[in-house]
């Protein structure tokens, strides 16, 4: 009897033993913060492999550093910001763009930079009169959502005939980015242009 007793002492022990190690969580398991950040790892020079493996496709009109698209009447696609500094430091945009470029020029304004400046108020009455005059180019959106930003790079990225007239840094740095777009800014009470080829008789400041 004493031997039986102390076989199902043994048997209770091991089987006690048996389940510490299996509630005992294995190197393996994904739950582990070291397993966690492995995996993150892994999954993130996937994705750096993959973004290698694309390769961005540029317009045909570019040829170099030049866009061909680009030529008098020159179409200069303008932001909420350009046309509201422009008022507040009294300066006519087209005038100010003629001189800039030495040629003809048509601003023009997408459905996206027009709603954002109703939405802005009484204060931008003025720059909503400004826009309505025929010489402006007033350019239908027919993509989601109504940001003006997002609306400038879709439509300089899909047509490069435009410049950007811009004095948003954020904006800027984005427009850096796609290749033959140049960007009129302000600077000394007058209207500069930024990547712009020397062909077309730019002033370089």
Do not use: W
């Not at 009484?122 to 989601?144: E, F």
């Amino acid at each position: 009897m004493a031997g039986g007793k102390k076989k199902s002492n043994m048997r209770k022990v091991v089987a006690a033993k048996t389940s510490l190690m299996k509630k005992m969580i294995s190197e393996k398991d994904p739950r582990l913060k070291s397993n966690v950040e492995a995996s993150e790892k892994a999954k993130a020079e996937a994705a750096k492999k993959e973004e290698a493996k694309r390769v961005p496709h540029y317009s045909s009109s570019l040829f170099y550093t030049y866009n061909m698209n680009l030529g008098p009447p020159f179409r200069i696609l303008l932001d909420t910001n350009f046309i509201n500094f422009s008022i507040k430091n009294k300066m006519d945009i087209i005038d100010c763009a003629v001189k800039c470029l030495y040629a003809k020029c048509i601003p023009c304004i997408s459905e996206c930079v027009v709603g954002e400046l109703e939405k802005l108020g009484k204060k931008y009455k003025v720059a909503l009169k400004i826009i309505r005059d025929p010489r402006y180019q007033i350019l239908p959106c027919l993509h989601k959502g109504t940001y003006a930003d997002d609306c400038i790079i879709e439509r300089v990225t899909q047509h490069k005939c435009y410049i950007v007239g811009t004095c948003d840094k954020d904006l800027k740095r984005r427009i850096r980015k796609i290749p033959g777009v140049p960007i009129m800014y302000m600077s000394n009470h007058r209207y500069s242009i930024e990547r712009m080829p020397d062909a077309y008789g730019a002033p370089r400041l």
